[in-house]
Nanobody, 120 residues
Framework: QVQLVESGGGLVQAEGSLRLSCAAS????????MGWFRQAPGQERGFVAE????????EYADSVKGRFTISRDNAKNTMYLQMNNLKPEDTAVYYC?????????????WGQGTQVTVSS
């Protein structure tokens, strides 16, 4: 069982920046591909970004390309999401997730989420 804890959310003005962190309990953190998802009020949870186990491969949703950067530090069992040039439409609860295989579409473990609110 992998426990994931997000942090770093908060209230920020449009065009501002935030960095989210996702700390994993599992010492074999490097065995998991990781991802960020978000859910805005009244909407389904959607994909934001994901990163392979080594960090060599990343994928982004079109809506965040060029503004968000996903990264990981396997020595610290932590993944990050650097969010720049934030927009009000980025307001959502952000979740991190883990899956054992990069090729899998299904994520196995989920965090509880952290709220990001962007004011205009």
């Amino acid at each position: 069982q992998v426990q994931l804890v997000e942090s770093g959310g908060g209230l920020v003005q449009a065009e501002g920046s935030l960095r989210l962190s996702c700390a994993a309990s599992e010492r074999t953190f490097s065995n998991y591909a990781m991802g960020w998802f978000r859910q805005a009020p009244g909407q389904e949870r959607g994909f934001v970004a994901e990163i392979s186990r080594s960090g060599a491969y990343v994928e982004y949703a079109d809506s965040v390309k060029g503004r968000f950067t996903i990264s990981r530090d396997n020595a610290k069992n932590t993944m990050y999401l650097q969010m720049n040039n934030l927009k009000p439409e980025d307001t959502a609860v952000y979740y991190c997730a883990a899956k054992p295989l990069w090729s899998s579409k299904e994520y196995t473990y989920w965090g509880q989420g952290t709220q990001v609110t962007v004011s205009s």
